[in-house]
């Protein structure tokens, strides 16, 4: 999964790998559109994750909670084109943080077996979802 990156001299340099229009379609044809209102929690914190999402339209807040929950940080937002759920999904089977829609907000929601099946007959978008994680684990590291 790792590689070398030359030419780089801080993380703030790199930009995140995004889906291509034809590869969001893969997506679409395999997933089931889901609406939530602003302020509508998507999932908490110890959620089960066997979903990844596709914001199609509108914004997603994500947060952590610190190890008392008394305390909680805002990590990042999610817009459209972007997904949401890569790392919990497929490295933890638990969320590690809070999403809440930001507006009305519409996503595409992707069972994880499903897109499993889709990435083992197209190692293109495979190795695409495989950069977008490496992308946000360097990130969240440096």
Known sequence: MGGVIIG????????????????KEFLRDIGYRVRYKRGEKLFGDGDIAGKVYLVEKG?????TRNSTGDKISVEGIRAPGELLGLSDTFLRNVRSYI???LCNTTL?????EVLQELMNSNPFLLKKIVSIMEYRGVKNRG
């Open 8 to 23: 780089v001299t801080s993380v703030s340099e790199l930009k995140e790998p995004v889906l291509k229009d034809y590869e």
């Open 108 to 112: 595409l929601s992707v069972e994880k």
């Open 99 to 101: 999403a809440v829609a």
């Open 59 to 63: 914004l997603v807040g994500t947060a």
